[in-house]
């Protein structure tokens, strides 16, 4: 057996190909990494160029290496590479080998073998270098291992490493592992400075934990030497904003100005935010005047939320003008502010200034992107007469390269629905389906809706049956709208079955699938059951709306007569739904049919004081009534 052993070993180390490469690679190292003799070197050269000579001898021979780790990886080569230079393992050459552009697991085995050597051990220096290459390799888990490490070893953090320990465990979403490594190492090896504090309330923030970050406030304040600063306050307002708590952020700015601190420009947005979002106008808008007193120049973030807040309590004109000013004033605006300013306008009408604010963008070089398209063309769709301007922009969006999402696709349908083009509306879903498009409910709502307008009941029916058969289940709203299909129909035994299959699949019931049934009950005449599922919407959680009572309020004047029409006209008077002017003509209608001529013109006098303005309807009612009375007196006399 030993025999054979020995005259296996020959026969491999005398294979002629082995044994050239073997003597071919140390021969290629050795010359690679030979230094010249000082005499070469220096032979009939002046010392100037002698010094040029060495710099850049040392840069070739670190490209040499470069490419030796390149070529053959971290092995036996690279190593013998390293001796022939008599390259010193310490620090600064772990460093500069890490930072080398060479694949990450090279970088590792070598991390490991340099700290196998005698007289080395790595510091945080080393251990941070190779911790960033393993972060932006993406390998996480690694990286954490590496972390772990470090801590482990007697390698010296200092609150530099600690915060970007934080932010790279933050940016991987290892949230609690940063959290409790930060006590580890604070317990015993580093002291945390303001800095380092910092960096865990931001990275708590990013990750949406701002129920976190006031009690490490409260502990950074504790430290004694450790003082919250700009950076601080600003994440500590921002978590309180997300938090709804208001007052709290309102304290620290003023508790930030009283320790000497300028609010910087994302301070002030953040409390402007919440003053317009409880409604406190004059105090957001005192807020911008201080800004401008103290020199700090609004951002397009400052003037997104200063637009945003005062569309919200309707003036409109107002925020356009901020934005036309904001213009003027130099300040660059953004694709998100543009996207705003176009819902604002176009939600309140001034189509013609919308269409210019999108036609200006490109005079500010900022391009319009997916949800512009979508805000631009549900406003065209919108405006009576210009849902051909919405197409015309549906195909240039394409043209342009903005790819449609779901959203334009279920934006385009509904406004073909509504303006009553409903076969272009299918044939936009059948784009949909060979595009990839997942079903999308809201587009199958609109078009199920439009054709239970048309009594197209069948068609209605096999649309839904469709989506049911593709998304398993189907949306709460696409539901409701089914349910009204059939109620009106008078399939009244199919709506009820729909509405308990949403239950028992889990969709809650909205509002909308009980007035939905409850419309089908008022028409079919089934009065005491559409009272009983009247009362049950509260006790299952989903509050009647003004819609709600008006079903049951319309079903009482038809059948129970005007006592108990007007007993819930006056119980919804006494609640928090009051009566609008639908409610009112409701009532209306029903004294008139019943001939209370004066009950109705008081009610109109009540009508008239509490704001509603006489509609068709109302004057339908009187002269309703009016016939009544003449057919009485001809009667009479006859």
């Not at 580093?190 to 931001?202: D, E, F, G, Q, V």
């Not at 930030?256 to 919440?274: H, R, V």
């Not at 919804?572 to 004066?598: E, R, V």
Request: net charge positive.
């Amino acid at each position: 057996m030993a025999k054979t052993t020995v005259g296996l070993r020959r026969s491999i180390f005398t294979m002629p190909f082995l044994s050239d490469r073997i003597k071919q690679t140390e021969s290629e190292i050795v010359q690679m990494f030979r230094l010249s003799s000082p005499r070469e070197d220096t032979r009939n050269t002046p010392v100037n160029q002698r010094t040029s000579r060495k710099n850049n001898s040392a840069r070739t021979l670190d490209e040499r290496f470069i490419r030796i780790l390149k070529i053959f990886k971290w092995g036996p080569d690279a190593e013998k590479a390293l001796e022939v230079l008599k390259l010193r393992v310490d620090h600064r050459l772990v460093r500069e080998v890490l930072n080398i552009d060479v694949d990450v697991k090279v970088k590792m085995q070598f991390f490991k073998w340099a700290g196998k050597r005698r007289h080395f051990e790595h510091d945080s220096t080393t251990y941070m270098s190779l911790i960033y290459c393993l972060a932006d390799s993406g390998m996480f888990g690694d990286m954490w291992k590496m972390i772990q490490e470090m801590v482990r070893q007697s390698a010296v953090i200092d609150p530099k490493d600690l915060s970007d320990i934080v932010k790279l465990s933050g940016k991987s979403k290892m949230v609690n592992k940063a959290l409790s490594l930060f006590y580890q190492v604070k317990g015993r090896k580093c002291k945390p400075t303001a800095s380092t504090y910092n960096s865990i309330i931001r990275m708590l923030m990013q990750e949406n934990h701002p129920d976190k970050v006031y009690d490490l406030y409260t502990e950074m304040c504790n430290e004694g030497n450790c003082f919250p600063d700009t950076i601080t306050y600003s994440a500590l307002m921002s978590a309180f904003a997300k938090l709804g708590q208001d007052q709290p952020a309102i304290r620290l700015f003023d508790e930030m100005k009283e320790n000497g601190f300028q609010p910087n420009a994302k301070i002030y947005t953040t409390l402007l935010a919440i003053h317009f979002k409880s409604g406190r106008v004059e105090k957001a808008l005192d807020l911008v005047k201080e800004m401008k007193d103290r020199n700090c120049a609004p951002t397009v973030y400052t003037y997104t939320e200063l637009i945003k807040g005062l569309a919200k309590t309707g003036k409109v004109e107002e925020a356009y003008r901020v934005y036309i000013n904001m213009l003027k004033q130099g300040c660059k605006p953004d694709v998100v502010l543009i996207n705003n300013v176009i819902n604002i306008l176009g939600r309140a009408g001034l189509i013609s200034d919308a269409k210019k604010v999108f036609e200006d963008m490109k005079l500010y070089h900022c391009e319009p992107n997916v949800v512009t398209y979508n805000t631009m063309i549900k406003t065209l769709f919108e405006s009576k007469g210009l849902s051909h301007e919405a197409c015309i922009l549906f195909e240039k969006m394409k043209v342009n390269g903005i790819v449609p999402s779901s959203f334009t696709y279920s934006i385009v349908i509904d406004g073909f629905c509504k303006t009553n083009k409903v076969e272009k509306a299918l044939l936009l879903l059948e784009e949909m389906d060979e595009k990839g498009f997942p079903p999308c409910p809201a587009a199958y709502c609109s078009i199920i809706n439009v054709l239970g307008k048309a009594k197209r009941y069948e068609a209605a029916n096999e649309l839904f049956q469709e989506l049911r058969e593709n998304c398993g289940t189907s949306s709460s709203r696409v539901y409701a709208v089914m349910i009204k299909n059939l109620g009106k129909c008078g399939r009244l035994d199919e709506a009820k079955d729909l509405f308990n299959e949403m239950k028992k699949l889990g969709s809650v019931p909205d509002v909308y699938a009980y007035n939905a049934l409850l419309s089908g009950m008022v028409r079919g005449g089934l009065m005491d059951e559409a009272y009983s599922l009247f009362r049950d919407m509260e006790e299952n959680g989903c509050v009647a709306d003004i819609n709600s009572h008006n079903i049951i309020l319309n079903g009482l004047a038809k059948s129970g007569g005007p006592q108990r029409a007007m007993a819930m006209f006056e119980k919804m008077k006494q609640s928090q739904i009051k009566p609008d002017a639908a409610s009112y003509n409701t009532l209306l209608g029903c004294f008139s049919h019943a001939g209370m001529f004066d009950e109705a013109a008081k009610l109109m006098r009540e009508m008239r004081l509490c704001g509603f303005e006489y509609d068709n309807i109302t004057y339908s009612s009187i002269l309703d009534a009016v016939g009544k009375i003449d057919d009485d007196h001809v009667h009479e006399a006859a």
